[in-house]
């Protein structure tokens, strides 16, 4: 039983990042229908840049903030230079082109610097929480990893449904005509859309860096995963995201503890199938409906 709730704590953690990267090609296709598959790319750089500036300050915190400043300029640059020249031209090419960016993100990373494999140092202990006397399977780190998301989540869910700006990029999103013609300027909302996409991707990788070894292309399994999630939830859910990344991690947790880690990728394309099958449009979606 111990065991198990060991696998339980230790897959909400890895789901929240899941859930992280998720909700960042969630706010991308909500805000412009472009499946972002650079955003694991844009991730791994703002991991190198907060690596550089807590290896020369001593500080985790200033890195973690260059990192997120960074994520948001790498979003707006890459949806500004990038996607929306192509998507002009061919909507289709956009997805074409993510995966160019994403390429060639990881070289720039494997020029400046290098291919080899780092450890990202680790800013609090991964030592056991204490209970009552009991020592929990849950570290300090996984706590601060919970609580940054959690935070993170309120605060998009704020901005989404509670304010102005909320307001114009959904409207931006679902009818960008009418939304021009209401006076919003619907190139901004797409840009802060991405901007917005950024800053998440980035947070997710300075949580997750620790927990693994960072090189150009370690996180690109978590690409399958992400991916994963934001179909299974929905597109265009950002609740589906989160909730439905959670699940992902507890069950890929089990299946590491139980089998072998091996096995992951195979389960997580075996949740996109059925979710394709008996559900196209996502658990949190909704079928789209035409009238005649």
Not at 228 to 240: D, F, I, N, Q, Y
Request: proline share 4%.
């Amino acid at each position: 039983m111990v065991e198990f709730g060991s696998y339980l704590l230790g897959g909400v953690t890895s789901g929240i990042i899941y859930a992280l990267l998720a909700l960042a090609l969630v706010l991308i296709y909500r805000s412009s229908g472009v499946v972002n598959f650079a955003q694991v790319g844009q991730a791994t750089i703002t991991c190198y840049i907060a690596l550089t500036v807590q290896l020369r300050t001593g500080s985790w915190l200033l890195g973690l903030v260059t990192a997120l400043i960074a994520g948001v300029l790498l979003g707006l640059i890459v949806q500004v230079f990038v996607l929306r020249p192509v998507r002009r031209s061919d909507p289709a090419g956009a997805l074409i082109a993510s995966f160019g960016v994403l390429i060639a993100l990881q070289g720039v990373a494997g020029l400046v610097w290098s291919g080899e494999f780092r450890a990202f140092p680790q800013p609090f202990p991964d030592t056991p929480l204490v209970i009552g006397g009991a020592a929990l399977p849950f570290s300090v780190y996984n706590l601060v990893t919970l609580i940054a998301a959690a935070l993170l989540v309120v605060f998009l869910a704020w901005l989404f449904n509670r304010t102005d700006v909320g307001l114009a990029m959904r409207a931006s999103a679902h009818n960008p005509e009418v939304a021009r013609l209401s006076g919003v300027r619907v190139g901004r909302m797409i840009a802060l859309g991405w901007g917005l996409a950024g800053l998440v991707g980035a947070l997710a990788g300075v949580l997750v860096a620790p927990l693994t070894l960072l090189s150009p292309t370690s996180f690109n399994v978590l690409l399958v995963f992400a991916f994963t999630v934001a179909v299974v939830g929905g597109l265009e859910s950002p609740v589906g995201a989160v909730a439905i990344g959670i699940f992902t991690g507890v069950v890929l947790s089990l299946v590491t503890g139980y089998t072998d880690a091996t096995n992951t990728p195979l389960v997580a394309l075996a949740l996109l199938v059925i979710s394709l099958i008996l559900k196209p449009e996502g658990a949190f979606g909704h079928r789209a409906t035409r009238e005649v």
